[in-house]
């Protein structure tokens, strides 16, 4: 079993005859899990050193979404075992979009600068983003799969969220679930450019399925098998509804930026990687409040800003309470 501060990578047999494999990360939770079950491999780690896949019989590897720590190390252990790769159709389309090309970290960093962000902790993040993307070594080309595909005899099931495209697959009341479900940890739930409106609402969409799933055990991206499954989706929903009415009220009837609102609802002691995790987040709560009726989005001059409701007669209902357009 891997214990605190020194991470055994080997295969460990739990329970349902899942093999799981942990490996470090440099950051966050510090580790991931890869979970292989009857020749399906789920997940390949960050792919940064070895990885024991040729310890193992892997006959086909399925991505649970696109996050380094997921997809890093996809082409290291397809090449390793010539296994085909799965991953979702919509999640691969932003996989490629993110680490494939060139000028995402530019691009993301306009976005973050329209939402208030200031210029060293965009900065930040292009250099991070042209030094990392190189080692997210995804597999190209891979099947592609969607809502009721079967892998193996695994139903594929869309829980977007914490990845527009974070797939779960669910056999025998075993779930699958990447970083849909984590426990203790939150799973981070940011908007970001080219992505779903509104992350929130899909997120808490998701958590309401779990529950309507009610598998019997979730196995996630981080920490142990969780048994409560519906409970924690509960606690989750919980979580983020403090969190939606915490946002509110940093609201004012003047304009402020997501950057300034993540000032107030995460504190303002925070690194430049951690501030724009605080920003996207933000940013998934303000845009869930503007769906409910809670907040108004206006643009100016290049930054978005939000407010309270706007109860102002010139806005048309439907612009009102849609929130669509900047
Ligand atoms: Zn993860």
Redesign the pocket.
């Known amino acids: 079993m891997a214990s605190a501060g020194s991470i055994e990578q080997t295969f460990v047999s739990l329970e349902d005859g899942i093999q799981r494999l942990t490996l470090p990360l440099p950051s966050g939770p510090k580790h991931?899990h890869c979970y292989l079950v009857e020749g399906t491999l789920f997940d390949t780690g960050l792919g940064l050193g070895e990885a024991p896949w040729t310890s193992v019989s892997v006959e086909r590897i399925a991505i649970t979404h696109f996050?380094p720590?997921?997809v890093g190390g996809a082409a290291a252990a397809a090449k390793a075992t010539g296994a085909p790769v799965f991953q979702g159709g919509l999640d691969y389309a932003q996989c490629e979009r993110v680490w494939g090309s060139r000028d995402w970290p530019e691009r993301m960093a306009a976005w973050f600068t329209t939402h208030g962000v200031p210029r060293h902790v965009v900065d930040d993040l292009i250099e991070q983003g042209h030094a990392f993307a190189p080692f997210v070594r995804y597999a190209l080309d891979p099947d592609l799969l969607y809502e009721g595909s079967v892998l193996a005899g695994w139903d594929v099931i869309e829980l977007p969220g914490h990845a527009d495209g974070q797939l779960g697959f669910l056999r025998d009341g075993v779930l699958i679930a990447g970083?849909h479900l984590l426990h203790p940890i939150s799973p981070a739930i940011g908007l970001y450019p080219d992505s779903r409106p509104d992350p929130l609402g899909d997120y808490l969409g998701s958590l309401e399925r779990t529950i309507a799933l009610a598998p019997r055990v979730v196995y996630p991206?981080?920490g142990e098998p969780i048994r409560n499954a519906a409970e924690r989706a509960q606690e989750l929903i919980a979580h983020h509804e403090r969190r939606l009415d915490r946002t509110a009220e940093a609201l004012a009837d003047t304009g402020r930026t997501a950057y300034e609102i993540s000032l107030e609802v995460f504190g303002a002691e925070l690194g430049p990687t951690q501030r724009r995790f605080a920003v996207a987040e933000t940013l998934s709560h303000l845009e869930r409040l503007v769906r409910e009726g809670r907040a108004a989005r206006a643009g100016d001059s290049g930054t978005l800003t939000y407010t309270g409701p706007q109860l102002d007669e010139d806005i048309p209902p439907s612009t009102n309470a849609h929130g669509v357009g900047a």
Request: glycine share 14%.
């Open positions: 991931v996050h720590d997921h970083d991206g981080h």
